[in-house]
C-alpha cells in the first residue's frame, strides 16, 4: 500500500472526481460545442486549461534549471499543484488527509494564522506547539504531541511573523520520523539565505513544499500558489479542486510573461539591500529595543510602547501590522519593508515620533 493510501480521507480515496468537458478532449482548433460556452467574446468565452499545463511547464523548467537538478531529481509537471494562492494548497490538504472532529494538526506558534483558520473551518483540532526562546522549532515538544490521528504538520521557514527560518536538520529530523505530511511553506524562502527543500522533494513521500508567487514576484494580485510534492499527493490535490481554480486571466498573465522572459527576481536583491538599511537606521532608535534577525522581506520589531508607535504611524498614513499578542511576539510590530521612499518615510515619521516625545519632557 502506498503511503497516500494510510493518510487519505476514505471518502477522498473513494471520490468520483468531476469530469470536465475540457478533460475529455486534447486537440486542437475543434469546433468547441461540448461545455455551454457562449461562441462569442474570443478568448474569455472559454473555461481554461483545469490543469493548467502551459504554465505547469514553464514553472518546472525554471526549478530544474535554478537548482540544477540531475536527471533523477528533476521535478515534473505531475510534482506541482497550482491553487488560487497558497492558501488553497492550505485547505486542500487538510479536506484531503485530515477526518472532521478525529485527526488533528500540528504547527509551531507563533507562525502564520491560515493554518489554524482552515483547520478550523474544517473542523479539525490544531494542535499549537510554542517555539523555543530563540524563536527555533522544538522537535521533542513536536513530537510528544503527534498521535495516530496526526496528519499534517505545518512548518513555516522562512517563518511569519518571527522572519527567520529554522534550522535544517530541525526540521529534516521531523519529515523522517513523522508518518504523516510534512508541509514547509516557503513564502519567503526567495529572500532566504537558505535553498529551501524543493531539493529534497524525491527523497521524502511525505514532503509538501509550497510556495507563493505573491512575495518575491510581486504578483500577490493575480494570486497564484503553488505546491510540489510527490505525484501521489499532487494526484489527490487535483481529484478535489475546483475544476477551473486559476482563471484565464491569470494563466495567460503568466505565459505572456514567461514568453517575454520576464525576469521578477529583480525585486529580490533591492528589497534585501533595503532591508539592511532599515534594520540598521531603525536600531538607532532608543525606542526600538530590537530587531530579529529577519530572512524573509519583514522585520519583526520589538520596541517600547509600541502601541503609541503603531498609531503614530497610522496616523502619519503608514500601516505596519501589531504582532505584540502573539507569543514571544511581546511589543513587537511587524514591518515589511518597502521601496526606498517607503523606507524613507517610515524612518521620517519614526523621527518625528523622537521629536515629539523629546518634546514632552
Ligand atoms: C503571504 C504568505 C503566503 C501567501 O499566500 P498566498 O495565498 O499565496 O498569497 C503563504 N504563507 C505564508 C506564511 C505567508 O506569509
Known sequence: MSFIQNIIRKN??????????????????AILLDANENPFNEPFNRYPDPLQIAIKQK?????????NFSPFNQLSIDNIFLGNGSDEAIDLLIRAFCEPQIDNIISPDPSYGMYEVCAGINNVDFRKVLLANDFQLDPDAIRLNIDNNTKIIFICSPNNPTSNSFIKNDIISIIETFNGIVVIDEAYIDFSVNEGFLPMLQNYPNLVVIQTLSKSKALAGIRLGMAFAGTDIIAVLNKIKYPYNINFLTQNFLLDAF?????????????????????KELLTFDFIEKIYPSDAN???VKMKNHHQIFSWLLKNNIVVRDRSRHKLCDACLRITIGNPQQNDALLNALNMYKLSISSNF
Open 59 to 67: 514553472i518546472i523548467q525554471n526549478i530544474n534549471l535554478k537548482y
Open 298 to 300: 519583514f522585520l519583526l
Open 12 to 29: 477522498i480515496n473513494d471520490l468520483k472526481p468531476y469530469s470536465s468537458a475540457r478533460n475529455e478532449f486534447s486537440g486542437q482548433n
Open 259 to 279: 514568453n517575454k522572459n520576464f525576469d521578477n527576481n529583480k525585486y529580490i536583491d533591492l528589497i534585501l539591500k533595503e532591508r539592511s538599511r532599515l534594520q
